[in-house]
Nanobody, 119 residues
Framework: QVQLVESGGGLVQPGGSLRLSCAAS????????MGWYRQAPGKQRELVAT???????NYADSVKGRFTISRANAKNTVYLQMNSLKPEDTAVYYC?????????????WGKGTLVTVSS
């Protein structure tokens, strides 16, 4: 059974920074794409950023230049460094990963961590 556990959310003032982490555990042999999504109150879940195993990244236009996604493959962990935070970044942030066990693929979600940007 695969588990993704996020950490690092909290309350921060506008202009501040936070770093989210997500660690994958369980039975799998490799991880391809890892990513972060978010869901604000009353809105649909949206892509924030993704990173593939080779390191190529993709960002939503709303976070380009402010957020940085990275991963530590040896630790099965993905990070999201969030700088210059705005109130509109307030949301529950979810980790997502494509994990493989042999040829079997499993897409898994974490339970989410709340980020609140407010003065």
């Amino acid at each position: 059974q695969v588990q993704l556990v996020e950490s690092g959310g909290g309350l921060v003032q506008p202009g501040g920074s936070l770093r989210l982490s997500c660690a994958a555990s369980g039975s799998f042999s490799s991880i391809n794409t890892m990513g972060w999504y978010r869901q604000a109150p009353g809105k649909q879940r949206e892509l924030v950023a993704t990173i593939i195993s080779g390191g190529r990244t993709n960002y939503a236009d709303s976070v380009k230049g402010r957020f940085t996604i990275s991963r530590a493959n040896a630790k099965n962990t993905v990070y999201l460094q969030m700088n210059s935070l705005k109130p509109e970044d307030t949301a529950v942030y979810y980790c997502n990963a494509d994990l493989y066990s042999g040829y079997r693929r499993e897409n898994s979600w974490g339970k989410g961590t709340l980020v609140t940007v407010s003065s």
